[in-house]
């Protein structure tokens, strides 16, 4: 089992979000409902719910997939940045991790390296460019490799298509690629849905260490089980809405429960 820092050794709030509120985007959307929530230095935060309850829109709304009205909705290390995309909340220190891996996370018949390069915002990239801005690929393959290494991937050949991998491998390439950046934020949509419980384990273990090495992580997962070995602290999202957080060791399954059904009565 997986250890956490005591309470105590939490430091500055790194994600903050206040009464956030997006219509929704499609008729299948689930629109959010004044959510608020702070995310500090070393902790967890896992968001439990079924699924259509708001889980993919606020996925999307944190990670700037779709910019909302207000900057101060979403504040990243005290700046604003509600009104701005993926890109400059990368440049904060923030990472992503969407739930779908194929097409979303990764371009599936491009190569691990060059998925790599497109995950990195253009600061990130300077370390794979050399004169005139071409692309160093041993740089790159190096550091894909590393990822690979730290995050024990399996696959055949030193740099293949990521659609050559198993679910749970490149699962754990596109946790690993975002952790290989220490990102100050973390913010993880399904972290291990679909994957063996090998690589469920590995992927959960470094999300807590990240935590450990004193990031903000929001974990969303519909896994109790999996929250309840990751999380420092857990809320609950129903109907858009969501409560607010409690300490892991205060919640049991049935309370998660009952604030899954009747969240949005209250």
């Known amino acids: 089992?997986?250890?956490?820092?005591?309470?105590?050794?939490?430091?500055?709030?790194?994600?903050?979000?206040?009464?956030?509120?997006?219509?929704?985007?499609?008729?299948?959307?689930?629109?959010?409902?004044?959510?608020?929530?702070?995310?500090?230095?070393?902790?967890?935060?896992?968001?439990?719910?079924?699924?259509?309850?708001?889980?993919?829109?606020?996925?999307?709304?944190?990670?700037?997939?779709?910019?909302?009205?207000?900057?101060?909705?979403?504040?990243?290390?005290?700046?604003?940045?509600?009104?701005?995309?993926?890109?400059?909340?990368r440049l904060l220190g923030a990472g992503f991790v969407p739930e779908e891996r194929h097409g979303h996370a990764a371009v599936s018949a491009m190569k691990l390296s060059d998925n790599l390069v497109l995950a990195r915002s253009q600061s990130d990239r300077k370390a794979f460019l050399g004169l005139l801005g071409i692309i160093r690929h041993g740089a790159v393959k190096s550091a894909a490799r590393r990822i690979s290494e730290a995050m024990d991937v399996r696959k055949s050949g030193d740099d293949p298509a990521a659609g050559s991998l198993s679910g749970g491998n490149l699962q754990k390439f596109i946790v690993g690629r975002e952790l290989d950046r220490q990102p100050a934020v973390l913010v993880v949509n399904q972290p291990t849905w679909g994957v063996d419980a090998g690589a469920a384990s590995r992927i959960r273990q470094a999300l807590v260490d990240l935590a450990k090495a004193g990031s903000a992580v929001v974990v969303i997962s519909q896994d109790l089980d999996e929250i309840f070995e990751v999380a420092t602290d857990i809320a609950v999202i129903s109907e858009g809405r969501l409560s607010s957080p409690f300490p892991a060791g205060e919640l049991t399954r049935e309370k998660i429960g009952l604030l899954m059904g009747g969240l949005h009565q209250s």
């Open 1 to 89: 089992s997986v250890t956490h820092p005591e309470r105590s050794d939490k430091g500055e709030v790194q994600l903050a979000v206040a009464n956030l509120s997006v219509a929704p985007r499609t008729p299948f959307a689930m629109p959010l409902r004044d959510v608020s929530m702070a995310v500090r230095a070393g902790e967890i935060l896992a968001i439990a719910g079924v699924a259509g309850n708001g889980q993919s829109e606020l996925f999307d709304a944190l990670s700037g997939e779709y910019p909302v009205a207000s900057a101060e909705a979403i504040v990243i290390r005290k700046k604003p940045v509600g009104t701005e995309g993926i890109t400059a909340r």
